[in-house]
């Protein structure tokens, strides 16, 4: 998968943080803090783009892949609860323990950065049934991913084996979505799930919402 990235560095505390944000932004890519969850909505080219920044993080144990999608709307009709907070995201590897309280200051400096051609391979995700979901629950199983809210962006925080295994799944907004409603007339939306630690649950320590679901919105409208 190739696809058209900025670079940008930024300093932080001493050192250098990397951030890397696709050209042009997504424009069909909307995230949003429901209260109780975390509500994303793709449509099929939001939803490649999305796939091919996550197969990108899995190889960017350095980076912060962030999508500024914040001023996107989400599609006609769907429903929040209360008053959804529109969010970016950003995707950044476990290893690089980076401060999501420094955010804020990171991205004021930023800059233009300079355009870039990334590039991951297409088979970079495993087959759906090489995924052994089962081991996310042994006590000694790590590469689960986190999530935390920092300056009105979501970050998904996990190990390359995590933004991988869980990226099996998102492939499926892009393989299987688009025939969904064709395959199963009367179904309702196509979808997947991702939760933050080894078990469902409403609230991380931080009381950020503990289950990300992200939308495959064909008819989108805003």
């Given at each position: 998968?190739?696809?058209?990235v900025?670079?940008h560095k930024a300093?932080?505390?001493?050192?250098?943080?990397?951030?890397?944000?696709p050209?042009?932004?997504?424009?069909?890519?909307a995230?949003?803090?429901?209260?109780?969850?975390?509500?994303?909505y793709?449509?099929?080219?939001?939803?490649a783009?999305?796939?091919?920044l996550?197969?990108?993080?899995?190889?960017?144990?350095?980076?912060?892949?962030?999508?500024?999608?914040?001023?996107n709307?989400?599609?006609?009709?769907?429903?929040?609860?209360?008053?959804?907070?529109?969010?970016?995201?950003?995707?950044?590897?476990?290893?690089?323990?980076?401060?999501?309280?420094?955010?804020?200051?990171?991205?004021?400096?930023?800059?233009?950065?300079?355009p870039?051609?990334?590039?991951?391979?297409?088979?970079?995700f495993?087959d759906a049934g090489a995924?052994?979901h089962?081991?996310?629950?042994h006590?000694?199983?790590?590469?689960?991913?986190?999530?935390?809210?920092?300056?009105?962006?979501?970050f998904?925080?996990?190990?390359?084996?995590?933004?991988?295994?869980?990226?099996t799944?998102?492939r499926?907004?892009?393989?299987?979505?688009?025939?969904?409603?064709?395959r199963?007339?009367?179904?309702?939306?196509?979808?997947?799930?991702?939760?933050?630690?080894?078990?469902?649950?409403?609230?991380?320590?931080?009381?950020?919402?503990?289950?990300?679901?992200?939308?495959?919105?064909?008819?989108?409208?805003?």
């Amino acid at each position: 998968m190739e696809q058209r990235v900025r670079v940008h560095k930024a300093g932080s505390g001493g050192g250098e943080v990397r951030v890397i944000r696709p050209d042009p932004v997504p424009a069909r890519l909307a995230l949003r803090d429901d209260g109780h969850w975390l509500s994303m909505y793709a449509d099929r080219d939001g939803a490649a783009r999305l796939t091919a920044l996550w197969a990108l993080a899995a190889r960017s144990a350095r980076s912060l892949v962030h999508l500024p999608i914040r001023a996107n709307e989400a599609p006609e009709g769907v429903m929040g609860e209360g008053e959804p907070v529109a969010l970016d995201l950003v995707l950044v590897h476990h290893s690089l323990q980076f401060p999501t309280a420094s955010w804020k200051q990171v991205r004021s400096r930023l800059g233009a950065g300079r355009p870039h051609t990334a590039a991951t391979p297409d088979d970079d995700f495993p087959d759906a049934g090489a995924v052994d979901h089962g081991r996310r629950y042994h006590p000694t199983y790590r590469d689960h991913l986190g999530f935390d809210i920092a300056a009105h962006t979501l970050f998904v925080v996990g190990s390359s084996t995590a933004f991988r295994e869980h990226g099996t799944a998102l492939r499926g907004l892009v393989d299987e979505a688009p025939s969904h409603r064709h395959r199963h007339p009367g179904a309702g939306h196509f979808c997947v799930e991702f939760s933050s630690g080894p078990w469902s649950r409403p609230r991380t320590r931080r009381h950020v919402p503990g289950v990300l679901h992200i939308q495959y919105s064909e008819d989108w409208r805003a």
